[in-house]
Structure formats: C-alpha cells, structure tokens
C-alpha cells in the first residue's frame, strides 16, 4: 500500500548533476521524515541525506556534504536530491526512504523505495 516511486536516475559524465525525486502514496508524507540511502556494488548501503517532516532541518552524510540538497515538497508529497559536482564514486543505486527521523539516519525507516541507478562516467 505504501510506495515510495524515484525517478531522476541515469547517466551523467563526472561534475555534471542529477536531480532525484521521490513520490510517496499511502501514508501521510508530512509525519514523516525523508531521506537517502545509496548503495554501490560489493560494498554497503550509505547514508545520504535526510530531512524532517517540515522540511526545516537537514543533514548530510560525509561524502556528500556541499555537492547534495535535500529538499522537499509536503503538497506534492515530493522529496527530491539535488545532486551537483557528482564524482564517478556517487555511482550506486539510490533509495528513497521515509520514517522518524532517527530510524532514517540509522537505515532502519519503515519504508524504501525500489532504487534507482546513477552512474557517473569518467
């Protein structure tokens, strides 16, 4: 019942950006905490970024921080990430996902999305 739909993914050549999106059906968008997870071949699931329900406060994984944006929009029940200066290491799939704050940040959200891929070429 509850859905979290990315798109945005795809194909980009290193310094070049991407923005993802992320549509949530089935659950009250403004209760919840959104966030980003990504995860590369062979290696584990990362934190990205997070936002909370007001869209007031926001928070970054390391490897992220000033290249990211999260934002989002509670009328359209939207999160996005504003990807800039991507590095061929921002290769992986990406996860839309949504709970309380803490279980976002943790990788224990209540919810994910089905991933979406982006690739950065040399």
């Known amino acids: 019942q509850v859905q979290l739909v990315e798109s945005g993914g795809g194909l980009v050549q290193t310094g070049g950006s991407l923005r993802l999106s992320c549509t949530a059906s089935?659950?009250?968008?403004?209760?919840?905490?959104m966030g980003w997870w990504r995860q590369a071949p062979g290696k584990e699931r990362e934190f990205v970024a997070r936002?909370?329900?007001?869209?007031?406060?926001?928070f970054y994984g390391r490897s992220v921080e000033g290249r990211f944006t999260i934002s989002r929009d509670n009328a359209k029940n939207t999160v996005y990430l504003q990807m800039n200066n991507l590095k061929p290491e921002d290769t992986a799939v990406y996860y839309c996902?949504?709970?309380?704050?803490?279980?976002?940040?943790?990788?224990?959200?209540?919810?994910w999305g089905q991933g979406t891929q982006v690739t950065v070429s040399l």
């Open positions: 996902t949504a709970g309380f704050v803490h279980t976002v940040v943790a990788g224990r959200a209540d919810y």
């Open positions: 089935g659950l009250a968008f403004g209760d919840y905490a």
């Open positions: 936002i909370n329900r007001f869209g007031n406060s926001r």
